[in-house]
């Protein structure tokens, strides 16, 4: 891995700080980071893990809440460049959904009001809301650590795009995923009240 980013701010009126790291490897043209820290009243992370364009996979996506160390909201997905999972290099759900299937406590269904879960969402989602800190522990961090593992062996086993406008398209749909991600993320707001609009756009 190669350290391509590191910014860090802090509100040390408000108790707040946050850092967000990004990096590059042969497999990865970006890896961001970022970790949000209020002490117990509210710690988020967020990560976004980009294939490199010559390989036409989805983005793995996660996103972890803790409100007061009494609530948490969890996402972790492999999220589909294509309406159609037929349309990537090669199909993954049914090696999610073993992974999946052991934990029901992350099959919720999010809600509609920041996005919609027919754009760029799988069908094997890892979704949770929860109160009981133990799930975080027992469910959650083997499952979270289960779908990095399979993003990456997924890659590994993937053969490269040698055409130009197929790698070309592949980085225009994961720019259309982040267009739609940015114009829709709930902690967009947070941070640009913590640390400013600039500041936060530009993390």
Known sequence: LNDIDVSFNENKDKRARIVNHCYASDEYRKIRMTYYDAGDSVQVFNSVWYPDAKYNLPVLGIDLLSFNRKRYLAIVDFQPLHESEQDHAT????????????????KGRMSSKFYDETQFFSKEMLFARFEDGKIVYDDLFPAFKSYVQTHLDLLKATPPASNPEDIQFVFERQRAYDTYSADRDPAAGLFAAMFGKEWAEGS
């Open 91 to 106: 199909t993954y759900e049914h090696i999610l959904k073993p992974i999946k299937d052991k934990y029901d406590n992350l």
